[in-house]
Structure formats: C-alpha cells, structure tokens
C-alpha cells in the first residue's frame, strides 16, 4: 500500500482522458521545447531522448513514450480533470498532492493497487471493479469459510475509449521507431 512514482505508466491514463474529451489517435501535438507555466513558475519538460520530434499524433506519442506531447496532452484536458478523471478510475492518492502538470509523466505517488486497477477499467471495457485482495478463506479441514462472489461493475469510462486506447498500445507500427518492432512489448 506504499506509494511510488509510477513514471510513464501513469500516461495511458491521461490519453484516455483526452480520447474522452473528444481527441482522438490522430490528433496532432507538437513535440518542441514549451514553456507551461500554468502556476507562473517555468515548467520545460524534455524528452528521454533530449530531442524534439516535431509534429506528432496523440498515438505516435503515446507509443513512443515523449514527454513533451504527453504534458501538452494533460494540459488540453486540464489538470483537475485529470485528476477527477484518474480518480473514477480509482486512483484514491492523487487529491492529497500538488503535481501540476507533471502528474502525467509519472510524478505523483500512487498505490500500486490503485494503479493495476485502474488499468484493469481499461481491460474490462470500461468497467471498473473495486479491488479484491482475499478471495477465499478455508478452515483446516478445506471447509470454505468465506468466498468472494464477483458482483457487478460500475461503468467508469465508455468501452469505445477503451477500444481506442488499446489499439493505440497494441500499435506495434507506432512504437518501433523508438523502440523497434516486434519486441517484448508486442501483444
């Protein structure tokens, strides 16, 4: 239950978001040097690569893992509604913090239970379970003294969003530029 920084695991997250706002995989962001300062305070991020790309989609982005565009793509949708956002989908630790913007590269801590079942939405259509750590318990002699029973959902997040999001993830295409085709993260 100890929070971590979940680095760039955490973008998936406000992509999604944006996909509900109406953006989609096409949606072209620009990965060059910005200034978002949003509180008044400079806030440049850079990229992994401390290069710039230029002209690149929502899905380009988001599968090769550039910082900038993904910050671009968190103040489109806002920060408290990202917030709001990550929250329906059960993250439980983000409106006790002060991230700003770089919330989506990763910098605000998380519970790792929050954010497996946060991606679980995503895996179940859109559907959000509350998570479950015991399923069972049997006395000494196998006699099942308590067993979870799934029960139904509430629907967080409209299945089409997921649809959209896993399709940009599974895009070997996208990503083996940055990270080559056919790897580890192939599905």
Same mark, same amino acid.
């Given at each position: 239950?100890?929070?971590?920084?979940?680095?760039?695991?955490?973008?998936?997250?406000?992509?999604?978001? !944006?996909?509900?706002? =109406? #953006? @989609?995989?096409?949606?072209?962001?620009?990965?060059? +040097?910005?200034?978002?300062?949003?509180? &008044?305070?400079?806030?440049?991020?850079?990229?992994?690569?401390?290069?710039?790309?230029?002209?690149?989609?929502?899905?380009?982005?988001?599968?090769?893992?550039?910082?900038?565009?993904?910050?671009?793509?968190?103040?489109?949708?806002?920060?408290?509604?990202?917030?709001?956002? !990550?929250?329906?989908? =059960? #993250? @439980?630790?983000?409106?006790?913090?002060?991230?700003? +913007?770089?919330?989506?590269?990763?910098? &605000?801590?998380?519970?790792?239970?929050?954010?497996?079942?946060?991606?679980?939405?995503?895996?179940?259509?859109?559907?959000?379970?509350?998570?479950?750590?015991?399923?069972?318990?049997?006395?000494?002699?196998?006699?099942?003294?308590?067993?979870?029973?799934?029960?139904?959902?509430?629907?967080?997040?409209?299945?089409?969003?997921?649809?959209?999001?896993?399709?940009? +993830?599974?895009?070997?295409?996208?990503?083996?530029?940055?990270?080559?085709?056919?790897?580890?993260?192939?599905?």
């Amino acid at each position: 239950q100890g929070r971590r920084q979940p680095g760039s695991s955490f973008k998936p997250i406000i992509y999604a978001a !944006a996909f509900e706002k =109406g #953006y @989609t995989p096409d949606t072209l962001l620009f990965d060059v +040097l910005t200034n978002f300062a949003v509180s &008044g305070d400079e806030y440049r991020p850079h990229n992994y690569d401390d290069k710039e790309h230029g002209a690149v989609t929502m899905r380009e982005a988001l599968q090769r893992s550039f910082n900038i565009p993904a910050v671009e793509t968190m103040y489109l949708v806002g920060l408290d509604q990202s917030i709001s956002f !990550a929250e329906r989908l =059960g #993250y @439980t630790t983000l409106s006790k913090g002060s991230f700003g +913007l770089s919330l989506v590269l990763g910098g &605000g801590e998380v519970k790792l239970l929050d954010h497996v079942s946060a991606y679980g939405v995503f895996a179940n259509n859109g559907v959000r379970h509350a998570p479950v750590s015991i399923l069972k318990v049997e006395d000494g002699s196998r006699d099942i003294i308590m067993e979870w029973k799934p029960r139904r959902g509430e629907q967080a997040l409209d299945e089409k969003i997921t649809a959209m999001l896993s399709n940009v +993830l599974s895009d070997d295409a996208a990503r083996a530029p940055t990270f080559g085709a056919g790897g580890v993260l192939t599905l």
